[in-house]
């Protein structure tokens, strides 16, 4: 009888809580795809062993999502004071597009899925407490999977279908619910148990409390400067998000606790292919970054590392970035040289066989429109390689240490037409330094600042010489912005970079943005494109060479009408010479078939 009274009590206060929330219902849930996973898991040979691939999945690299024993303990969001499953259980994170992961002892014991890494030495800056958490690593944004038949094909180094806000805002959802339905009976009280164990003293209870309280104020603080000031508003959706807007967010407004400077994520572009891009002399899309450890570094800040550049040892840069680990990943990613680290990709053999007439027909194609700023297949430029420094570079630049690395193409916006929001808002954007007391920066300047100084700050500390820096850790700097040979590492011209296309049939979306549905469109006129379409399937097209975008539930409706999303440029139509957005000629049907079977061939 007593057991029935509960229940009917819980079942009341459920019903008023789903009346009280009803006009609150969409920011109050999260709506995801259920994904019908294929049963035969195809792996390609992409020059990685087991080894290397499950590094690369599952080393931790200093952020934080939450700490570890309290995620395995959270259950996911719902209204139902029972509970709806475990918020780790890796049925309910595929549904944001996440990869099952293989279970590894030392790494992955709770088989969580690739991307999510156990840092069993993370030390917050601020309370200078040590516990173990569990953060994302870069191959959650940075594996890819894609559905044909029976099969789903795993892609090392392609970009994931995530839905990384859904994934964000159910972890701060699965909290505060977590706090909000208290009582005894409730979802609180089976955390604190699974924790603490039954037996647990008041003491400890409240202990506990205090902690989790502690950890969400300023979560909370910063869920609500993000509302009231609209900084997430345009909905970034399945395999993208504004990567230099959030890292910037990060560092100037939750590290340096500098209210001002949050900037509103206006530049959403699809998570890139991340093969070779070790051994390129630009990366981001907007090519503004040359030095590796800058780009790891802000890569963590921006998956939430903790930095303390607030109060007054703000000058410290004191960190939880793992440093050893992001060394790591680069390696296991570059490799020593070109083509000898992760590789892209080959057209698989469940997929149709490709047409050895139409590739050939295709590399016409290609020689003619597309490898003046896509450069030659990568390993044509391999070949190219200089024997010496004092060789003509061609399609090389050589580095401080001696390392050569590929020229990729810088393209003005006036010629490729693209969407222009991720290079503007970057090269526009300024930030307050506040405790740290060195007045307003560009972007740039305080990107470089607070990386470089994250680095050599560590370099110091571990007595790290300067040989070992350039090489081992591919660190160019020695104390100044730039690289001794007179290279900047960071810049901010209103670029983007045409890099080499081998592996680009896997991508998904194309552009930057991700605006284009497939390779097919992307060789045809703007006014082919849709205007919208849906992301979020994984059911890979082998003919236009993308993925379904056809209404499926828990997809993201893409509006290219929106800020950042335009679907403009990198057109083949006929026009005028010197058209904005125009790079070549009207094509066939025939010929953008041909042309699509030679890059599926790389």
């Keep these: 009888m007593k057991r029935r009274f509960v229940l009917l009590i819980a079942a009341a206060l459920a019903l008023v809580a789903a ?29 990685w062993t087991d080894a290397q691939r499950t590094t690369f999945h599952f080393t931790p690299q200093g952020t934080r999502l939450l700490p570890y024993d309290w995620f395995m303990a959270l259950e996911q969001p719902c209204f139902n004071p029972f509970g709806c499953g475990m918020f780790a259980a890796p049925e309910y994170l595929s549904r944001f597009g996440f990869i099952p992961g293989e279970e590894d002892q030392k790494l992955n014991p709770d088989r969580l899925p690739v991307g999510f890494a156990i840092d069993r030495d993370f030390v917050d800056p601020g309370t200078k407490q040590k516990y173990p958490v569990v953060g994302l690593n870069c191959a959650a944004c940075h594996t890819g999977e894609f559905y044909y038949g029976n099969s789903v094909v795993q892609v090392e180094g392609a970009p994931g279908t995530i839905e990384v806000a859904a994934f964000q805002k159910a972890v701060g959802l699965a ?140 000058g410290k840069f004191e960190n939880s970035i793992n440093l050893a680990g992001l060394q790591q990943l680069e390696a296991t990613v570059a490799g020593p040289a070109p083509l000898q680290g ?37 390993k044509e430029i391999v070949a190219m390689r200089p024997t010496s420094p004092d060789a003509p570079p061609n399609k090389y630049w050589v580095n401080s240490v001696g390392t050569w690395l590929i020229k990729v193409t810088d393209v003005k916006l006036d010629e490729v037409g693209t969407d222009p929001h991720e290079a503007e808002d970057y090269a526009k954007r300024t930030a307050d330094t506040g405790a740290l007391g060195l007045g ?43 690289d001794p040979m007179g290279y900047s590492l960071v810049r901010d011209d209103i670029v983007y970079k045409a890099r080499p296309l081998n592996g680009v049939w896997t991508l998904g979306t194309y552009l930057h943005n991700g605006s284009v549905p497939n390779l097919y469109l992307l060789l045809s006129p703007q006014s082919d494109r849709p205007a919208k379409f849906y992301v979020g399937s994984k059911r890979f097209d082998p003919v236009n060479v993308g993925f379904e975008t056809t209404k499926m539930k828990g997809a993201t409706l893409f509006d290219t009408s929106l800020p950042g999303n335009s679907n403009s440029g990198h057109e083949f139509r006929a026009a005028p010479p010197d058209t904005k957005g125009v790079i070549g000629p009207l094509l066939t049907h025939a010929e953008r078939m041909a042309l699509i079977e030679f890059l599926k061939s790389l």
């Design 19 to 47: 009346v009280a929330v009803r006009s609150k219902l969409p920011q109050l849930t999260v709506d995801l795809p259920e994904y019908d996973r294929p049963s035969q898991l195809v792996r390609l040979d992409q020059n």
């Design 175 to 314: 909290l505060a619910f977590n706090m909000k339905f208290p009582f005894k009976l409730g979802r609180y009280g089976r955390f604190e148990t699974r924790l603490l164990g039954p037996n647990a003293t008041d003491a400890q209870k409240a202990e506990l409390k205090a902690r989790v309280t502690a950890f969400m104020e300023p979560l909370l603080h910063e869920a609500e400067v993000a509302v009231a000031m609209h900084l997430y508003d345009h909905d970034a959706g399945f395999r993208r998000t504004d990567a230099l807007t959030r890292i910037g967010n990060a560092v100037f407004g939750t590290d340096m606790q500098v209210k001002a400077n949050y900037a509103v994520a206006n530049a959403p572009v699809r998570y890139p292919q991340i093969w070779d891009a070790s051994w390129f002399n630009w990366i981001q899309y907007n090519a503004s970054i040359a030095d590796p450890l800058v780009r790891n570094i802000g890569e963590a800040l921006g998956v939430r590392a903790v930095a303390k550049l607030y109060g007054p040892d703000a």
């Design 342 to 378: 992760l590789r892209s990709p080959q057209w698989p053999s469940v997929l149709p066989p490709l047409d050895s007439q139409k590739v050939a027909e295709g590399a016409a194609l290609y020689t003619k429109h597309c490898r003046g700023c896509h450069l030659p297949p990568i």
């Design 440 to 482: 307003r920066k560009t972007a740039r300047e305080g990107l470089m600042l607070v990386t470089r100084t994250i680095a050599n700050n560590f370099f110091d500390a571990n007595n790290i010489p300067v040989a070992e820096r350039l090489t081992k850790w591919r660190s160019l700097d020695q104390g100044s912005t730039a």
